[in-house]
């Protein structure tokens, strides 16, 4: 596997550094944090949540739960929930189920990030397989992908 062509050109064509973490087959993010070597602090986890009808992504680290309540404040919404497979299963093309990366841009969907993440200096998430990470600086991150910040995450998710 390889990091899905659409996620690399985007940060190739916007020079950006990243390293490429090949690991074990993972389904979970925290199983992914554990082969990939980082802490489940550090990895990133997109979870898709539908808002108001519309389906956006929450990144978060991987340890942690969406509070779907602060999720709402923050999105200043009236409906949140998370999303069925079948509402995102054509969203993310070319990414393996649940492997999708948090450039939800990339795909026409809005990002939500815990502000927890904009903390560390790198990122570590899913290269769009279950079998690629890729870590590069969060700044670069919120640069190309322009999320919007809250404080949502809690608990051990």
């Known amino acids: 596997m390889s990091v899905a062509p659409k996620l690399k050109e985007y940060l190739d064509s916007n020079e950006v550094k990243y390293n490429v973490l ?3 087959i993972a389904y979970t993010a925290q199983d992914t944090a554990a082969a990939a070597h980082v802490s ?34 923050t999105a200043n919404a009236k409906t949140v929930r998370l999303a069925h497979e079948s509402e995102f299963a054509t969203l993310f093309p070319g990414c393996d189920r649940g492997a999708m990366p948090p450039f939800g ?13 904009t903390r560390d200096n790198e990122i570590v998430f899913n290269a769009c397989t279950h079998v690629d990470a890729i870590r590069m600086k969060y700044e670069d991150f919120a640069r190309l992908a322009h999320p919007r910040v809250g404080a949502f995450a809690s608990g051990e998710g």
Do not use: M, Q, W
């Open 22 to 24: 090949t690991h074990e």
């Open 40 to 73: 489940g602090k550090e990895l990133a986890k997109s979870v898709v949540v539908n808002v108001d009808g519309k389906c956006v992504l929450a990144i978060l680290p991987a340890h942690l739960k969406v509070d779907l309540e602060r999720l709402k404040e």
């Open 105 to 117: 841009n990339l795909y026409g969907v809005d990002i939500f990030v815990d502000e927890s993440l």
